[in-house]
């Protein structure tokens, strides 16, 4: 392979700072080396390519299992050429618009889906699982050992875990066997909770004693400073250390995992406050965490709903009375970090507060949380005439449980457990507990109250997905107001837009995944830079793991001001971190651009791999278009020629954005093959 350069000194700095690009890409083919090439046209870098040894154990997974076989165990696949067909699996279908490829190892719903990816993505979409989950499995299934990669766990976690366990086995202990402890247990009997859920739930109770569990702690070699740093010990203005938690109930809190990061601590006797929780630490942030999330995960994912209560004595009531898909929002109002724990589980959230104004305050704020958390999906409504609107569409189904008069659900699920399933199983829809709560205060005799109940109800339910429900909402709203239907339905309608036409374009050649593994590897060089790639999302990437990684970048970025490593690594999945350990080790041989040009890679690098996403997924539709199913009529064919219309102006928008950010003019430089 050689490089030779025209015109050196029109290249100036470039060539001066000796770009150099260390590619180290696993298992580098000749169809990868052509975007090496490109980017060396745009970049005037000398490009050295190695090929890194031994693949992963997602890559050998993925040569390992059949994606064909694979899916056909969950609908069985029609061969139509080179691909295979079938009725979409996510949702309901007469015309098949579900397209596995065999040679890319990918799938693609056309349909109401509109999404994608390879056997990783389509086992989590299918079983609602994590990455990490999902790589276990298929693993096991492929026969492939996975073995962790990078430094091992950080020490001071990994002790932190081990004191909070240590304390929780004690306080569980002094519960069951120690005199002092008789005030907890009789609370617990008025609480009608039977031995096996104290067991399952391991709780505890704190001694009244100054340095009880310090003194264990100490006893069993963990140094003050550690048992400090769980959150059990307070030091105090001598600089002695004492007990934090001091004659109260003990509720150990776990992550999804089961582990111990945190307590919640009731009063046995009045004192103030009520419930005393873990300050923040290493492990613990009271935000980011869902009480009975550990137990109740399996049966969220099996009901496809998660119930979401205030307390911890409404999730240990619930379990104990059979029903374990309920969390606890740990008594405060529902977070972005908590939504985000559920939203690999379910898109189904039903809110259980307490009835009083207080927990009707706090569904609203839960709901108006969930409402902006949650995803979105920006979907096309053909119009007729070539037109196209664009609407957002909330991808999740918010509900409320709406408690008798003066019950909280432990004390609803003892009295009357049939009551609590009816309620669960008919939860209030969002829109219809809006148009309660949100009408209470108006006179709706008063144009100026059925304008304010417009613009409250109106953005409500434009977020509706279904076409016949927002249909019904408007009607609802018109009769409620007393206009007409044509009013309300201007004031819910979106703007719209069309979508002009381009020449058709060819099929992209193979090359996704390892554009993927070097934007990745880009954004973790600049992570600052990540906002300058917002338009992507992650149905632009097919591979899982990289998809994950992306996902996990945006969520972070959202929910931190600044960029840390180790911070976002602790919130990894353990199968995650490994790849981001070698996606940051790529990143330090990339070459020392200034600011605007690293933005301008990052930025280009994000619209080739659009371009690539969307001319593979217009060849698909194309091979669709041309197969002449006999089942397919004119309203089947609809839906995808509106979505040809939509790729046709993102290719040719991503085309001029590329364009317009090429670091060098392409007659700078000159490349030439030869070998």
Known sequence: MVISFRSIRKCGNYIQRALIVNCVFQNSSAPYLDILFDLCQYNAAKIFVRRADPMSSIDEIKQKIDIVDFINQYVPLKKAGRIFKAPCPFHNEKTPSFIVNPDRGTWHCFGACSTGGDVFSFLMKKENLDFGEALRRLAQRAGVELVREGPGEDDNRKRLREILAAAAAHYHYLLKNNPAAQNARAYIAKRFLTPETIATFQLGYALNEWDALKSFLIGKGYAIHDIEAAGLAIQGERGSHYDR??????FPIRNR????????????TGEEPKYLNSPQTTLFDKSATLYGLDLAKDEIRAQNLAVIVEGYMDV?????????????SLGTALTQKQLE??????KRYALALDPDAAGEEATKRGLAVAREALDRKTVPVPMGAGMIAFEDRLEAELLVISLPEGKDPDELIHDDPAQWQSLTANPEPLVDFYFRALTRDLDLKLPRDKSLAVKRLAPIIREVGDTVQRAHYIQKLARL???SEQTIAGEVGQQKRAAPKTEPVESPAPTISKLEEYLLTLVLHTPEHLTHIAFLDEEDFDDASTRALYTALIEHAAQNDFFERDAFSA?????LRSLCEQFWARAQTLPDLNEPDRARELERTAYRLRLNHDKQELAQIEVMMRDQDQDRGADDEQPLRARVEILLKRIMDGQKALGARTLLKPNAVHLARIG
């Open 341 to 346: 724990l559920l939203k690999r589980l379910t």
């Open 316 to 328: 240990i009531g619930a379990h104990q009375g059979g029903f374990k898909n309920v969390v606890a």
């Open 257 to 268: 995992n089961g582990e111990v990061i945190g307590f919640g601590a009731r009063t046995l």
């Open 481 to 483: 107001v007393q206009v």
């Open 245 to 250: 938690f001091r004659g109260r109930l003990m």
């Open 571 to 575: 919130t990894l999945d353990v199968s």
